[in-house]
C-alpha cells in the first residue's frame, strides 16, 4: 500500500486514469467460464469497453465466431490448428457476406494477442500454459486483469522481475476482495490477509471420510459453477492453496500473515485485518461479474456489473476454522510458496495430472493430495532467485508431471489389489 516500500504487483493506489475514455480489452480464454462472463459486462457496457481480440483453445468454435460477430473484433486466436477450419466455417456462419476478422493459431498464439495494441489484458485461460502471455502482456506494458492463477504461482519470480508495480488487477474473487479492501490502507497498517473458502462439498468431513469420494461427490459444488478441474481443486481445498501463494505475490505479505477461513455461504470473498484491530471484509452475492468488472475498469466501478445483496431478507454468515488434517493442502501450499523457485511449478503440475486421474477414474481422491505431496518431497531444493527461467519451469512442470502419473499408476494398482483383498 502507500508508505515507502516498493508497491507490490497489485496496489490499488497506484494512479489510473478514469478520464482515458473507451478501454480496448483482449479477452484471452473467452470461451471459458471467466471469459463469457467478461464478454457480457463487456456488451453491457459499450461505452466502457471495447473488445479488440478474443483467443481460446479451439473447441467451442462456435461460440468463439458469434462472439467475435458481436464484439465486431479485429482478431481471433485458437491454441490448437486442427481447430481453424472448423473455425473458418463457423465465422463463416455468423458472418455471411461481412469482414472476417484475422485469425492466428498455434500455442502462441494468446501470447501475440496479449502483447497487440491494448489497454487491458484479461487472462481467462487455464493452467499453467497462461504463464507465457502473462509475460507477454506484462512486457508490452499492459494492464493484466489476471484471472489465471497457475501463471503467477509457477512463474511468481518471472512476473515479478518484470511486472510494474501495481500493473497487475486480480480478478479472482478473493483477491479483487483484498484489492479492494486494501485500499483502505497503507501496507503498514496490515496485521494480517484472511483468505475465505467455502469448504467446498465435503466441508464437516473426516480424512477418513474422504476416503471414498466419487467423481460425481467432487464435481457437485455447493457454490460456484466452475469448470472440473478448478471444481475438484475446490473440493481438495488445492485451489485456496494457489491462492495463499498467489496472495502472497500479489501484496507482498509473508505467509504467515495469511489465514484462511471456512465460509459456506461465500458471501465474504476475503478480508484484510489491521494493527488497530479492525477488520475489513469485501462481500457481494457470488457472482464472478463483479471481480471481472473491478479488472476492467479500476479505479472505477461498472455499475450494476453484479448483482446486490437483497436486506430486506435475513441471512446468515458463519466462519469456522481450516480443518488441516482432512485438508492438508493449504499446508503443502505454504511449504511450497516457502520454497519458492520451480517447487510451485511442480505442486501445480503434479496436482493437475492427478485431477486429471482421479476425472478419468484412475486415482482415489484422497490420493490426490498425497501423490502431490510425495512429488514435491522428491523435487527437493527447487531452483530459485534470479537465475529461474522459463525452460527452467516448464521442465520442472514437465518432470512432474511425468512422475505424478507414474505414482497414480502405482497407486491405482494397489486400490485394485486392496479391493480384491477385501473381496477374499
Avoid at 300 to 328: G, I
Avoid at 383 to 391: E, F, I, K, Q
Wanted: with cysteine; glycine share 8%; aromatic share 4%.
Amino acid at each position: 500500500m502507500s508508505d515507502s516500500a516498493p508497491a507490490p504487483l497489485a496496489d490499488p493506489h497506484i494512479a489510473f486514469d478514469p478520464s482515458e475514455g473507451r478501454r480496448d480489452i483482449v479477452v484471452l480464454g473467452s470461451t471459458g467460464s471467466i471469459g463469457t462472463q467478461a464478454v457480457d459486462l463487456v456488451l453491457r457496457n459499450p461505452d466502457r469497453f471495447r473488445v479488440t481480440a478474443l483467443s481460446a483453445a479451439g473447441g467451442r468454435a462456435g461460440l468463439l465466431a458469434e462472439q467475435a460477430r458481436r464484439l465486431k473484433v479485429r482478431t481471433v486466436a485458437v491454441a490448437r490448428e486442427d481447430a481453424v477450419p472448423a473455425l473458418r466455417e463457423a465465422l463463416a456462419q455468423a458472418y455471411g457476406t461481412e469482414p472476417q476478422p484475422e485469425i492466428l493459431a498455434g500455442p502462441d498464439a494468446a501470447a501475440q494477442l496479449a502483447a497487440s495494441e491494448c489497454h487491458t489484458v484479461l487472462n481467462g485461460i487455464t493452467g499453467s500454459i497462461g504463464l507465457a502471455p502473462t509475460l507477454a502482456a506484462l512486457e508490452a506494458g499492459r494492464t493484466l486483469a489476471l484471472a489465471n492463477k497457475e501463471s503467477l504461482i509457477v512463474g511468481g519470480p518471472l512476473v515479478k522481475a518484470i511486472a510494474k508495480p501495481g500493473q497487475i488487477i486480480p480478478v479472482d474473487s478473493e483477491h479483487a476482495a483484498l484489492f479492494q479492501a486494501l485500499a483502505s490502507g497503507t501496507r503498514a497498517d496490515v496485521r494480517k490477509l484472511v483468505v475465505t473458502a467455502s469448504g467446498g462439498p465435503f466441508r464437516g468431513r473426516t480424512k477418513a471420510e474422504l476416503a471414498h469420494v466419487t467423481r460425481e461427490d467432487a464435481l457437485a459444488h455447493p457454490t460456484w459453477a466452475m469448470g472440473p478441474v478448478i471444481t475438484v481443486n475446490s473440493a481438495t481445498l488445492v485451489n485456496k492453496g494457489l491462492e495463499v501463494i498467489e496472495a502472497h505475490l500479489l501484496y507482498d505479505i509473508p505467509f504467515d500473515r495469511i489465514e484462511v477461513v471456512v465460509h459456506p455461504q461465500s458471501y465474504v470473498h476475503s478480508m484484510v485485518e489491521f494493527t488497530d484491530g479492525s477488520t475489513l471484509a469485501q462481500a457481494t452475492p457470488p457472482d464472478m461479474r463483479g471481480p471481472i468488472a473491478i479488472g476492467l475498469g479500476w479505479p472505477e466501478r461498472v455499475p450494476d456489473a453484479a448483482p446486490a445483496f437483497d436486506w430486506t431478507k435475513a441471512s446468515t454468515w458463519e466462519f469456522f476454522p481450516l480443518d488441516h488434517d482432512a485438508f492438508p493442502s493449504v499446508g503443502l501450499a505454504r511449504h511450497v510458496g516457502e520454497l519458492g523457485g520451480t517447487a510451485p511449478a511442480v505442486f501445480n503440475a503434479a496436482n493437475e495430472e492427478c485431477v486429471d486421474a482421479f476425472l478419468a477414474g484412475r486415482l482415489p481422491f484422497d490420493a490426490i493430495i498425497e501423490t502431490v505431496t510425495e512429488v514435491v518431497a522428491e523435487h527437493g531444493t527447487p531452483r530459485a532467485g534470479t537465475s529461474l527461467t522459463v525452460t527452467d519451469v516448464l521442465e520442472a512442470e514437465d518432470w512432474a508431471r511425468a512422475r505424478a502419473r507414474g505414482l497414480a499408476v502405482e497407486a491405482a494398482k494397489t486400490t485394485v489389489q486392496t479391493a480384491a483383498e477385501v473381496r477374499a
